[in-house]
């Protein structure tokens, strides 16, 4: 950090262990507090990750790796055909041989502890399954559902769901079809709203990456979530009905033979 920052933690959050290991009581003053300087990164820092970015960014300069101008998230070296794609700590990596795959590894470890994936099989908490001979990749969370469930401590119902949220079919003719309407049922007690917020939480990066069915049902209830009712909990256990049916979705991405052509006229 170029300046110091400070913070304070009360003496009663502090471990046995940890507190012989650092002499705590002897560090405590008499409000209770124990007071620190912070002269690095650390997590809860809101500029922690800007800090992290920084050092990387700096370091790698050293072995020629500087982001894209234009994509900053895709780094490129200024000799190497090397490239990677950078999200938090992982590395999607593109090399050609593998002298420069150990560049890249030999400039990480100079600094850092590395691991190192060569199947590039995992990325970002994905499975990435390979198949290159057909020009096509499976994106997948195996037992992503399961485990949420279980964390959730949720038990499903044994019936089928074969769709994640309710619809209202059209009614085509001289009837005119009105609105839903609005949602008059009791609101849940403190547990529960605060259930539904961790289901919704818990569930929206895999519908992002992985099963886009799920979406319209997590952002509908996601609109009630602050007050979430009987009726936010009908349509949630619906949508967790259908994902025990169908638990591990893939997506599927082909390589695509577009050609992009570019003139320029002077």
Excluded at 142 to 169: E, I, S
Excluded at 171 to 188: F, H, N, S, V, W
Aim: with cysteine; net charge positive.
């Amino acid at each position: 950090m170029t300046n110091n920052e400070y913070m304070r933690i009360h003496n009663r959050y502090f471990i046995g262990p940890i507190r012989e290991k650092y002499n705590i009581d002897k560090l405590t003053v008499t409000d209770g507090f124990i007071y620190c300087r912070i002269k690095k990164g650390m997590y809860g820092l809101r500029q922690a990750a800007r800090l992290a970015h920084d050092d990387l960014k700096s370091h790698l300069a050293k072995y020629g790796y500087t982001p894209d101008p234009i994509a900053p998230n895709i780094w490129k070296h200024s000799t190497r055909q090397t490239k990677f794609c950078l999200c938090v700590d992982d590395f999607g990596v593109q090399y050609f041989n593998e002298s420069d795959a150990n560049h890249l590894i030999t400039s990480l470890k100079d600094k850092y502890e590395i691991t190192i994936d060569r199947t590039g099989r995992n990325f970002c908490g994905l499975r990435l399954d390979w198949n290159y001979s057909h020009g096509y990749v499976d994106i997948s969370m195996p037992d992503f559902v399961r485990k949420t469930f279980d964390k959730l401590n949720y038990k499903c119902n044994k019936k089928r769901q074969l769709a994640p949220h309710q619809w209202a079919l059209p009614d085509y003719g001289k009837t005119r079809q009105m609105a839903t309407p609005e949602d008059t049922a009791d609101i849940l007690s403190k547990p529960g709203i605060k259930f539904v917020q961790r289901s919704v939480g818990s569930f929206f990066y895999y519908a992002r990456a992985v099963d886009n069915t799920i979406l319209p049902a997590l952002n509908e209830i996601s609109l009630y979530q602050e007050k979430p009712s009987n009726n936010t909990l009908q349509k949630l256990q619906m949508l967790f009905d259908y994902l025990n049916t169908y638990p591990n979705a893939k997506i599927r991405f082909f390589a695509s033979d577009m050609k992009l052509y570019m003139m320029q006229h002077i």
